[in-house]
Nanobody, 116 residues
Framework: QVQLVESGGGLVQPGASLKLSCVAS????????MGWYRQAPGKQRELVADITSGVNTNYADSVKGRFTISRDNAKNAVYLQMDSLKPEDTAVYYC??????????WGQGTQVTVSS
């Protein structure tokens, strides 16, 4: 069983930065592709960014140039550095782990609110 624990969410003003962290309880972390998704009220969950075990990255157009995903395989962790936050970034952010065998796992989510 893989458990993902997110942290780092909060309430910030527009233009501020936040860094989300996700730590996985798993034996071999580097076989997982990791991602961050978000879900705003009344909207579907959407991919924000993901990173493969080979550290290739992919970003939603809406966050390109503002968000950076990274991972530390030694710490079983994935991060999302969010800069120049906008009110439309307000959502619950979820960590995701995808194994090449097709299994996928989710964290419990962390709230990010961008408001003046």
């Amino acid at each position: 069983q893989v458990q993902l624990v997110e942290s780092g969410g909060g309430l910030v003003q527009p233009g501020a930065s936040l860094k989300l962290s996700c730590v996985a309880s798993v034996g071999t972390f580097n076989v997982f592709s990791m991602g961050w998704y978000r879900q705003a009220p009344g909207k579907q969950r959407e991919l924000v960014a993901d990173i493969t075990s080979g550290v290739n990255t992919n970003y939603a157009d809406s966050v390109k140039g503002r968000f950076t995903i990274s991972r530390d395989n030694a710490k079983n962790a994935v991060y999302l550095q969010m800069d120049s936050l906008k009110p439309e970034d307000t959502a619950v952010y979820y960590c995701n782990a995808f194994h090449f065998d097709g299994n996928t796992y989710w964290g419990q989510g962390t709230q990010v609110t961008v408001s003046s």
